[in-house]
């Protein structure tokens, strides 16, 4: 799963379920490789989250 976010100020670590996700480039988040990408021109960040059932926790930090 992918999560989408609009975030106005770069971030430099996200935490998904409490462990470092990884930084990838773009194409990475979205072909499955997982981690974290932030998209400066359009304030994105995308975040591959671990396919399964219940919620999951995302936290961005400066």
């Not at 773009?26 to 919620?55: C, E, K, T």
């Given at each position: ?7 106005e ?12 996700a ?15 990408y ?25």
């Amino acid at each position: 799963m992918i999560l989408r976010a609009r975030i106005e100020s770069p971030v430099k670590e996200v935490l998904v379920d409490g462990k470092a996700a990884l930084l990838a480039t773009r194409n990475g988040v979205l072909d499955g490789s997982g981690g974290w990408y932030f998209d400066a021109p359009d304030h994105a960040l995308w975040v591959r989250v671990p396919a399964g059932a219940g919620p999951h926790t995302v936290v961005a930090g400066p």
